[in-house]
């Protein structure tokens, strides 16, 4: 392997991974227990739209959260089943299906006040839309960010707002950036997911979404493939007029691509998302995850490049020692 001078990583990744940054922060590992506290969405109840994002199952970004029970319930078989894998790993509340703002602030309050009491909680994550954000929710999050580790994941997708109208998003890129920066400007940290393979969208439309949220130094990222998954309104669309997805080294040639856009000091929360074994359609090399995690890192090294390498932020830091 060439050498590694990324400098925020202790291990052969070339990009700032959350694992690298918890450990940073706190010493040891802390892995996310994901809750479904009953939301739903704006464009599913009518207020805004109906169906919800065309990708989107009927638990929104949830497949893998708490299934039924209190919240107290779910996070301890969260970390059940998590504690076989990391059993001196500590935890972050994080609140994932649907829209987890959507709701009234005193309802809000107490959930996530139940939820940062748990044992072994060090913070607190929760997803949202970036429409979903007027004063009285950001109050509350600007609070609960002076007390506890507080990330804020907004959901964009895509900065063409063709592709969001056509994926029934029911916001703008324009509502996006009023959301983030209504949060960045009290200092709350904002994780902007991505999805790559959109329908319609070319590469250089992928990598302009890439090049215009890294110009905003988002604290984290996550980036994933689209999932075309069974019983979603893709994935009718998908039956009836099939297009082409990235296969797996175009993807993660995609990816290193958009990774060197990004400052090295954006945290990288996801490179690759892996959907229920027996629900994805296409492209079916997602559920390789290690695989796909693997050619990533391989791609970086054959280039002999690293997150942030050819983003004019990082201009003077790109072969700093390696931090250990």
Not at 100 to 121: C, H, K, M, Q, W
Not at 210 to 221: H, K, Y
Not at 303 to 316: H, I, V
Request: charged residues 25%.
């Amino acid at each position: 392997m060439g050498k590694n001078s990324f400098c925020f990583s202790c291990d052969n990744k070339r990009y700032h991974t959350f694992d690298y940054e918890m450990k940073r922060l706190f010493g040891h590992k802390v892995v996310k227990i994901p809750l479904d506290a009953g939301f739903t969405c704006p464009n599913l109840d009518g207020s805004k739209g109906t169906g919800g994002c065309t990708y989107c199952g009927s638990r929104g970004a949830g497949e893998f959260a708490g299934k039924g029970g209190t919240l107290a319930e779910q996070f301890e078989d969260g970390k059940r089943t998590l504690s076989r894998k990391w059993p001196f790993a500590q935890y972050f509340a994080y609140f994932q299906a649907h829209s987890n703002t959507y709701a009234p602030v005193s309802r809000l309050r107490s959930l996530f006040e139940e939820a940062i009491s748990f044992d072994g909680v060090k913070g607190l994550c929760v997803a949202t839309r970036p429409d979903l954000l007027p004063p009285g929710v950001l109050d509350l999050l600007e609070e609960l960010n002076r007390r506890t580790f507080l990330t804020v994941e907004l959901g964009l997708q895509t900065v063409h707002d063709r592709t969001a109208e056509r994926i029934n998003r029911c916001h703008s890129f324009a509502e996006f950036l009023k959301g983030y920066s209504a949060l960045t400007e009290r200092g709350i940290r904002a994780c902007v997911h991505l999805i790559n393979g959109l329908p319609g969208e070319t590469r250089e439309m992928m990598l302009e979404t890439a090049e215009q949220v890294a110009a905003l130094s988002p604290w984290g990222i996550k980036i994933h493939m689209l999932h075309i998954l069974k019983g979603t309104k893709l994935a009718e669309e998908y039956g009836k007029f099939p297009y082409q997805l990235p296969e797996l080294e175009e993807y993660a040639a995609l990816v290193c691509d958009q990774l060197e856009k990004f400052a090295p000091e954006t945290v990288v929360e996801r490179i690759t998302g892996d959907g229920p074994k027996d629900r994805v359609i296409a492209p079916l090399w997602t559920l390789r995850k290690r695989e796909v995690l693997a050619a990533i890192d391989k791609e970086f090294v054959r280039r002999e490049s690293f997150q942030g390498s050819r983003c004019a932020l990082a201009a003077g830091r790109l072969e700093l020692p390696k931090i250990l």
